[in-house]
């Protein structure tokens, strides 16, 4: 996610009445948006993580995770001193969890149970993206500078080495039996890994999509759900390559995932839609609903024990009329201001089936 905090990557997104993809929002279809709690607190937020075995909810606020209680919504507990943080990953196994601290740049490993520090990990690049791959029992920590892919053991911390992806990595999903699928933003392209022999073993191009972002994956029926930055979901299959459809999906996706109980994929999209896509077989899928959710709720979880999908925003003050002080950009312009996030106003929002 190259816009990573909310004060930049969901900012622009006052201007709800000229884009057009939120006009769409269906909500007479199975899902709505069924709760929106704001419970505040300074910073901006990129991804999401439901630990749904402990009932825990990981939200990124820039300087530090805040926790909340799946279940309630309420505020648990804190990782703090995680500079330029992005993403939380959970080993299951041994109970740790690690979060990617793009600032430093390291990796912290903490109890997933208790929320206390292990260790600190210093890696290199730019730590963004992160995930448990199951079959090797490894985190994969993605960057947007080289190295693009730095494998951790997740029973000790132990960096086990680093893998070049020949670009910049977005969402990565496993599927549990020795292939890893990343997408790689700036390069419109995903590459196949395996996680034991850390190598790239395929890369398949996305056609049409371009600047993939979010990833669902069936591993059951070999599907790959990429959502690109181009208002487009492209469907391949995971085995060959081959491009199955391309679906049109809300604008500024920044993540995606699936749910095997369902078999429905869902794209976060920051203009103020949730986009479902369902797979009524392997071979046929169809834009189910635009779920109507919030400006700027670009980042969405999926919650494993009660199929609901978690996503985050806040409200944002108007852009600002007066004159950019701000440096000129590379094209000499001034930059645009963007909008800031009201104080205080930073939401959890929960969308299921009514």
Not at 93 to 114: E, L, W
Not at 192 to 214: C, F, H, I, N, Q
Request: proline fraction near 6%; include cysteine.
């Amino acid at each position: 996610m190259k816009l990573r905090l909310g004060l930049i990557a969901g900012l622009v997104l006052t201007c709800s009445a000229l884009i057009p993809s939120a006009a769409f929002a269906d909500d007479a279809g199975p899902y709505k948006l069924l709760k929106s709690v704001t419970v505040g607190g300074d910073g901006g937020w990129d991804y999401l993580h439901v630990d749904a075995d402990n009932r825990k909810l990981y939200i990124s606020r820039g300087n530090r995770f805040d926790v909340f209680d799946a279940d309630t919504l309420a505020k648990v507990g804190e990782i703090p001193d995680t500079n330029g943080c992005h993403g939380v990953a959970i080993d299951p196994i041994s109970g740790h969890g690690f979060t990617s601290n793009g600032r430093d740049p390291s990796v912290t490993m903490f109890d997933a149970k208790t929320l206390n520090v292990i260790q600190k990990i210093t890696v290199t690049g730019r730590p963004d993206g992160i995930f448990y791959e199951p079959f090797s029992k490894h985190i994969f920590v993605e960057s947007h500078e080289a190295p693009n892919e730095t494998i951790i053991n997740a029973a000790d911390g132990a960096v086990l080495g680093t893998i070049d992806l020949g670009g910049e990595p977005e969402q990565g999903e496993s599927d549990g039996n020795g292939h890893v699928y990343i997408n790689l933003e700036s390069t419109s392209e995903v590459v196949v890994v395996d996680p034991t022999a850390m190598k790239v073993t395929a890369r398949y191009p996305l056609g049409d999509g371009e600047g993939p972002s979010g990833m669902g994956l069936d591993a059951k029926n070999r599907r790959v759900f990429s959502c690109c930055g181009n208002a487009k979901m492209v469907v391949l299959d995971a085995d060959t390559g081959k491009i199955l459809t391309t679906l049109p999906t809300g604008n500024r996706t920044d993540a995606g995932t699936f749910n095997p109980d369902t078999l429905e994929a869902f794209s976060s999209n920051g203009d103020g839609t949730l986009t479902i896509v369902k797979e009524n077989s392997p071979s046929d899928f169809a834009v189910e609903q635009n779920v109507k959710t919030k400006m700027g709720a670009r980042t969405c979880a999926l919650d494993a024990k009660t199929g609901n999908i978690i996503l985050c925003t806040a409200l944002f003050q108007p852009p600002s009329t007066a004159p950019s002080t701000a440096p000129a950009g590379e094209n000499g312009r001034p930059r645009r201001q963007r909008p800031r996030a009201l104080p205080g106003s930073f939401m959890i929002l929960v969308v299921g089936k009514s």
